[in-house]
């Protein structure tokens, strides 16, 4: 069985790389999502950078209410 990893990320550009690769490496981990919550660091440029490494890796961000 496959299951999804939902990542939420604010703000957490130190912890993520280390977090969706901790994901991925899980043979059960059938995708990653990733929602950005408008982080103001260079979190969202990181997530993109996974999402075109690896295709099971789905960035969003969240636009508000």
């Known amino acids: ?9 604010y703000n ?5 790389d280390k977090s969706i ?3 991925l490496i899980q043979q ?4 990653v ?3 950005d919550d408008r982080s103001s ?3 969202l440029e990181i997530c993109k950078r996974w999402e075109m ?9 969240n636009e508000g209410v």
């Open 1 to 9: 069985m496959k299951i999804s990893v939902i990542i939420p990320v």
């Open 12 to 16: 957490a550009s130190i912890f993520l």
């Open 21 to 23: 690769q901790s994901a």
């Open 28 to 31: 059960q981990t059938g995708e």
């Open 33 to 35: 999502l990733l929602i």
């Open 41 to 43: 660091d260079d979190s």
């Open 53 to 61: 490494k690896d295709s099971r890796v789905k960035v969003f961000v």
